[in-house]
């Protein structure tokens, strides 16, 4: 095994012991968020509520539950942040599976969701080690750079809102997306700059301090959602804030488990509260519908309804991917949202990479071997990545977990802008980050009652 690659932290200590309870305790709060969700019928028709499967979908959870324990000795990366979120999507199918009213082999399909996950999350947590930087950002031209993509966002607003600008409700922003009409280019533009580019400056000026330019790239954010119309837009300068708000507070791994915890334990919250008649209905049930049912049910669900469709449909063979289509017979001519949206009486459903790379590209029985080569592409991210500081990591690919939750790795990698976030990141010097990795150090050595570095410039345990 190369020795350069494999990397773990030393030893399973107090620390290593905290962070998998703070994961074991996500785990609790998500499985009573999507008993919540089940017990008001969110999906008629797809998920029914059944008391006697109960039993079956606390066992499904507890048999996987000990994954965490990956997650509390591997250290900090890329693929630490988007790997927790997918871990929590598998949990939550293993729950919803039990009570799966559509007609699949729902037994092959929780083999090869499990084996998916496993094969997914080895090279995501533990291929973490650089790659030599053959080109080397100027670090004047580093220190230029988030402005200039402040400045290219403004151009890109101002020509997207040419083309359509509606300040809508978000109960209607579905009836005037679907009348979007952005030329190509900006399109791809729009997406790229607004989920990767615009998080890369905001992560820039955090990181040099420059406060007054990392609230501007969140303003920027903002005006986007007038052009794009998706809760993305809308809310990512609030989760980007909040990401930043816990990373002055946190290491780079508890604020990973802390972003996706806090969120939905506020939702299940204010659940029982309504349930309880302390709280109004309408804002708290708002509250849980955007936040626990989109973070938790739906990337979950997409599983359930891509297993069921295509276990009797054909295959995409990857064919999702427009450029394959030029080499690769396909049997859709839509994009495969628009099949399912016609299918299924549950709008637009886009999915992640188990969903669309995984069972509707090879299906159940090769799923696991997608999502091993999915895994390599995101540790990818992880060697490219490495050497920074694990706080301008996170925050730069803030946006990146709920993106890859909800459409293809190659849909992230090309539309949204991950591949070119990968190449920002290696190009950037690391000599840039001295004084700010050594504040980051510093602080954490406080925050940490055992006195441990960073998890940026922790030595690794190297396995041979």
């Known amino acids: 095994m190369n020795d350069r690659v494999i990397q773990l932290e030393p030893g399973f ?136 993509i402040l400045i290219a966002s403004v151009a890109i607003i101002g020509i997207g809102s040419l083309y359509n600008l509606k300040l809508v409700d978000l109960a209607e922003i579905y009836k005037y997306r679907a009348e979007l009409a952005l030329p190509g280019v900006l399109r791809y533009a729009v997406w790229i700059v607004s989920n990767a580019l615009l998080p890369f400056a905001f992560a820039c000026f955090v990181a040099s301090k420059r406060i007054w330019q990392a609230g501007a790239a969140l303003l920027l954010m903002l005006m986007f959602y007038p052009i794009m119309l998706t809760k993305m837009a809308l809310f990512a300068p609030v989760w980007l804030l909040f990401l930043a708000l816990i990373c002055k507070l946190a290491e ?33 049930l708002v509250y849980f519908g955007t936040v626990n049912t989109r973070m938790v049910a739906i990337p979950s669900l997409a599983l359930e309804v891509y297993n069921n469709y295509f276990s009797a449909h054909p295959l995409t063979h990857f064919c999702q991917i427009n450029a394959l289509k030029l080499v690769v017979a396909c049997a859709y001519d839509e994009p495969i949202w628009a099949v399912m949206a016609k299918a299924y009486d549950l709008g637009a459903f886009n999915a992640s990479l188990f969903a669309t790379e995984g069972v509707a590209s090879v299906g159940l029985v090769l799923a696991p071997v997608s999502a091993l080569g999915c895994g390599l592409i995101i540790a990818l991210g992880n060697r490219l990545s490495s050497g920074l500081p694990s706080q301008f990591v996170l925050l730069s690919a803030g946006l990146l977990p709920q993106v890859l939750l909800n459409v293809p790795l190659s849909t992230a990698l090309l539309t949204n802008g991950t591949g070119l976030l990968f190449l920002l990141w290696y ?7 001295g004084q700010t990795a050594a504040s980051t150090t510093a602080s954490s050595e406080r925050l940490q009652s055992e006195g441990a570095n960073q998890d940026a410039s922790l030595q690794p345990v190297v396995l041979n």
């Open 252 to 284: 780079a791994r508890v604020t990973t488990i802390l972003s996706f915890f806090l969120p939905i334990l506020i939702g299940t919250i204010l659940f029982f509260l309504v349930k309880a008649e302390v709280l109004p209905i309408k804002p708290a």
């Open 13 to 148: 200590g107090w620390r290593q012991a905290k962070l998998a309870l703070l994961a074991y305790a996500h785990v609790v709060v998500c499985c009573i968020s999507l008993y919540c969700i089940t017990i008001i019928d969110s999906f008629p028709g797809v998920i029914a509520f059944d008391k006697a499967h109960l039993a079956s979908a606390i066992v499904n959870v507890l048999a996987f539950s000990p994954v965490v324990i990956l997650f509390a000795i591997s250290r900090f990366s890329f693929g630490y942040l988007v790997g927790f979120y997918f871990y929590i999507m598998v949990l939550g199918y293993l729950w919803l599976i039990e009570f799966s009213v559509l007609d699949y082999d729902h037994r092959l399909a929780f083999a090869s969701i499990v084996l998916s996950a496993l094969a997914f999350l080895a090279p995501v947590l533990f291929i973490t080690a650089p790659v030599r930087q053959a080109v080397v950002m100027p670090a004047r031209a580093f220190h230029m750079m988030p402005s200039v």
């Open 427 to 433: 190009i950037t010097p690391r000599s840039a980050f």
